[in-house]
């Protein structure tokens, strides 16, 4: 594994950020998370436009964790234009939402998400959910062990 | 014999002649050689030359063979031997003796005679030969030709025979066959060459084919027979054939057959069979159905039908109609009565009644057509419908069907077609006759029942033709007696030349019928009022036939009319009175009509009418006087008024001057002498006066006149009673329709307040919708939002804990262990908040849910959870009700969880599921022994996130009941419950369908 592989994150709220990087940390993968703060900078970030037009796009991240609710573009429209692009409709996406709602669920199937994460309340539960995905698609196969929260 | 003998004699003659020739030659053939020879002796002197001679032997035996050569040499020899003698010049030129020279000549002569002998043999044998074999190929030559002639004459027999010519195999197989006989057949030579002969015939003619093959294998075959077959088309052939044995060397090799088509021929006969015998046949019934039945038999003789029906044209119902419907039902042939068949006549029979015969021949299938009807019966394929038709015009269809394709083809259309034409004739006669007769019935039916009298009659001379019952009675004759009779002879003689003048105008044309009153008279001389009607017929040529009288006995009406004559003249009067009484005028416009009719009846000067009011009469109408120079108002108590008013009778004032002295009006100015008055009566009360004044003085009103006018007076009582009826019921109902326009104007005004309020209550809905909908929006973002904070909360106390604990004390981790339970507390409760609202989001299906499946499920698995506890559980079975199944088990989930929760503290726990059949519908309910509750609190219970046990007594959120609501308000139905303390608690819904 010459290049590091990493993770991008999409997520508005800086205090789930500060969440989730603390969550990566306890995984001992602290400096394989990116984080963008809105779904019109993922896109940019993912496909070397606007502000990233000088980001070096040939690297993509190994999986992109993308919160639903999300400022400028929606975390659903973002999946979409992310499975219509050549490029990167293979790309794994894991929604990362705190509805718990069946349309959500079901949307994001529809547009070809690879896991749906409820945010947990519980901070440990979270850590698990990290753990799990990132021994998945940064270091794993791209199969999901069973019981995805 | 004797000519016999003469050629004989004339043949050796020929030969002897041919002898004698070639020895005469013989002999000839020396002298030259004896001439050559003393020529050469003496020109040539060659003294020994022998070749004359020799070739003189030679000669002659070329000529004649070898004995005219011997003589020769013979002769030669011995003359020589005398005339020439020297010997020796003899060919060898030698010295030889004579003799010698002689055997030398001789054996020369000899051998030359030999050789020629034996050469002229050799050439008559080859002539012989080569004569032999020209012979011998002339003959070839000849019976070649012979033979060429006869193949030719052979093949064109077998090709252009009009006949079907055909070779089978000893098998049956056939071998051979000319184009006439595949023409005949349908098939080609090769397909004909797989098949049997046995494959045309059909089962009960195959035997008889079989047998005629066999006799010609063995050789004696019969002249001829007939036979049926069928063509690959399916259409039955009948064959005249003649056949017999192939033989090759006198061993039989196959069969020959010649067959000639004599179908036409055997089909005209079989019509002309048929028919003959058809118009016999006809003429002996009666009714159409038994005429079908018999055209039903020779159609079956010519055509062999599955189905068969006649049709004739009802004059009746002016349309075609079933008269014989025969199918095929399961093989056997069943008459189908009329109201049985299939309804309607086909569209086809019709269109064929109009346009004519029509043939339906599909092309023959491969595959069996045959397609059978529930019935037992089965479809026809083939059939063939033609009119029946009588003088060029149609009467009927006649169709007959096939259960196989191909069954019929032209020719059978034709034959049908000469069978309905045959029938039609017999036909129409059946028809006409059916028809003449059921007519006559039902004629004679009416004449003889009819309530009226009817005769029959001549028309010129009018004798009684019929007569029917009832003519006898009124007439008082028998029948016989009244057939003698002539309409005049009972006709009543004042009636007689009314009578006469009528029949006239009848006969003549002038009316078709008349109506007279007349008076019959009766055999023993009474008489009879009749009202008659005379009616004349005529015949198809225009001609009267005769007459028709009906009458109707009218002797009781004329006495009852001549009664009603003479009072109808009494009563004229009243009733033009009466009639003037009738009439939507004013009362008083009226009552001068009447008075004046009044006035003219009695011929008076003047009519008065007078109406009672309080003490006074007042004037309502008079006649025969202005208004104006009558007092309006007369005072009651006058002696006039008061004996009519008191007496209450009409009276009688021959002189008014003498009644008193100072009269209410001054009769003696208007000239009024005598006076008739009657009182108005109505039920006995008086409401006025008529009165008629004369202008001269009367002194004959009789009693009845004052009756009469007493009548009058009351016709005119009750017009006025009636009028003063009717203004107040004018009045009434002006009132009443005031009354009505009121209430209708209220009920509008309630209607529009109803729309109103409907109106309101509709946007007072949506609004209430509205709000509702948004509340829900609401709850479902608040609960999401809410997550946000929290798990930021809940994460960063989190961390806080695990990064800082070491500085804090122990109070300092209780308190963060408590916030973090808050928060896992808060994480609950918002979840709850969400499933509650999306209960009603949820989309519903209503299907049959039962219930009580649910309940034993639900509580099979709580059992499960506690194994160790002591509940018993009552589920009442077979509750099934429309509902949405996923919300109904959420609901009885949280009751029975409930339920189960609130009894754990009981040591005999019981949980019971049921329904109570309520007259609004069906009530289930939940019911335990458990904790209970107060009822004070009943209202609260379904609350959302209402407890009324603390958590460490029961655990849970509130939110059970709440839910159990939800999902019973969504079906439209009711929650509510009955508890108490310590001892249970009923929780009841219902669930309109």
Known sequence: ???????????????????????????????????????????????????????????????????????????????????????????????????????????????????????????????????????????GDGTLDSGQK | MCRRNESEDLLSFKQLKSEGIKYVAAVAFVAPALLLRWWMNRELELQTSFVPFFLAVLASTSFGGWKPGCLTAFLIAAIADYSFIDWNHLPT?????????????????????????????????????????????????QTEAQLTASEERYRSLFENNLDAVFTLDLEGFFTTANPSALKLCGYSLAELQQMRFTAFCSPEQCEEAKRHFQLCLRDEPEPFFELRIATKEGRSVDLFISGGPIKLKGKIVGVYAIAADV??????????????????????????????????????????????????????????????????????KTEILPFLSAPGIPALAHRVFRNGAELIAPPPTDVDEKVRLVDGAERSPSRMFVPIREKEKNIGVLSVGRFRTGAYDEQDLKALEALSEYCGGALQRIRAEGALRRNEEDYRALFDSDGSAKCQLEPVGGRFLRVNPKFCELTGYSERELLGKTFREVTHPEDRETSRQNFEKLLLGEVNDFRMEKRYERKDKTTCWVDTTVTLIRDAEGLPSR???????????????????????????????????????????????????????????????????????????????????????????????????????????????????????????????????????VHDKIIGVVGIFYGEPVRNFSAT???????????????????????????????????????????????????????????????????????????????????????????????????????????????????????????????????????????MKRQPVNL???????????????????????VTPGLVVPADARLLRIALENLLNNAWKFTGRKKLAKIEFGMDPEPGGPVYFVRDNGAGFDMEFADKLFGAFQRLHSTQEFPGHGIGLATVQRIINRHGGRTWAIGEVGCGATFYFTLPS
């Open chain 2, 705 to 843: 006149d004052l009756q009469q006018l007493q009548i009058i007076a009351n016709h005119i009582a009750v017009a006025i009673a009636n009028d003063r009826l009717f203004q107040e019921v004018k009045l009434q109902k002006a009132v009443l329709q005031e009354q009505v326009h009121e209430r209708r104007e209220i009920e509008e005004e309630v209607q529009k307040l109803n729309t109103e309020l409907e109106l309101r209550v509709l946007e007072r809905t949506r609004e209430l919708q509205l709000a509702n909908g948004e509340l829900e929006a609401f709850a479902y973002s608040v609960s999401h939002d809410l997550r946000g904070p929290l798990r930021s909360v809940g994460g960063f106390t989190e961390a806080l804990k695990d990064e800082y604990e070491q500085r804090l004390d122990e109070q300092g981790t209780e308190y963060l262990n408590r916030v973090i339970m808050a928060c896992r507390e808060m994480d609950k409760l918002i979840d709850d908040m969400l499933h509650l609202s999306r209960l009603t989001r949820m989309d």
């Open chain 2, 547 to 681: 007459v028709i009288a009906s009458s109707v006995d009218i002797t009781d009406r004329k006495a009852a009319e001549e009664a009603l004559a003479i009072s109808n003249q009494r009563l004229a009067l009243i009733a033009s009175v009466a009639n003037a009484v009738v009439g939507d005028e004013p009362i008083e416009e009226q009552m001068r009509t009447v008075a004046e009719t009044v006035r003219a009846a009695y011929g008076t000067k003047a009519c008065i009418i007078r109406v009672l009011e309080g003490e006074e009469v007042r004037l309502l109408s008079c006649a025969g006087l202005s208004q104006e120079v009558l007092k309006p108002r007369l005072p009651i108590n006058g002696r006039l008024m008061s004996k009519i008013l008191n007496e209450r009778v009409p009276v009688f004032v021959p002189d008014l001057q003498a009644l008193s002295a100072q009269p209410a009006e001054p009769y003696n100015v208007l000239g009024l002498v005598s006076y008739a008055g009657a009182p108005l009566l």
């Open chain 1, 1 to 139: 594994m010459e290049t590091k592989r990493f993770v991008l994150l999409v997520e508005d709220s800086y205090n789930d950020e500060l969440l989730a990087r603390r969550a990566f940390k306890q995984c001992q993968l602290a400096d394989r998370l990116t984080v963008v703060h809105d779904g019109a900078e993922a896109l940019d970030f993912l496909f070397g436009t606007g502000s990233h037009a000088k980001h070096e796009t040939t690297e993509l991240p190994a999986m992109v964790l993308l919160d639903l609710k999300l400022p400028k573009l929606n975390g659903f429209e973002v999946l979409r234009r992310v499975r219509a692009n050549e490029r990167t409709q293979l790309l794994p996406v894991v929604i990362l939402s705190s509805s718990d709602e069946e349309d959500d669920r079901n949307e994001s199937k529809r547009l070809g998400a690879n896991a749906y994460l409820r945010k947990p309340v519980e901070f440990k539960e979270f850590v698990t959910a990290v753990r799990r995905l990132t021994l998945c698609w940064l270091e």
């Open chain 2, 263 to 332: 179908t036409e021929r055997t089909r005209s006969q079989t019509l002309l069979t048929a028919f003959s015998q058809l118009g016999q046949r006809l003429s002996s019934v009666t009714t159409p159905v038994a005429a079908g039945r018999i055209i039903g038999d020779v159609a079956e003789e010519l055509f062999g039908w599955d189905s068969f029906s006649l049709n004739l044209y009802s004059l009746e119902n002016k349309q075609i109609s079933y008269v014989l419907n025969v199918d095929t039902f399961n093989g056997e």
């Open chain 2, 852 to 874: 009580s499946a649910l309940a034993e499920g639900i509580l099979a698995n709580l059992r499960e959870t506690e194994p160790g506890r002591e509940v018993v559980m009552n």
């Open chain 2, 93 to 141: 030129g030698a010295d030889l003796d004579y003799p010698v020279k002689l055997l030398v000549f001789l054996a020369g002569s000899a051998c030359i005679i030999g050789v020629i002998e034996a050469q002229r043999r050799a050439r008559r044998a080859a002539e012989a030969l080569v004569r032999q074999l020209q012979l011998q190929i002339e003959r070839q030559q």
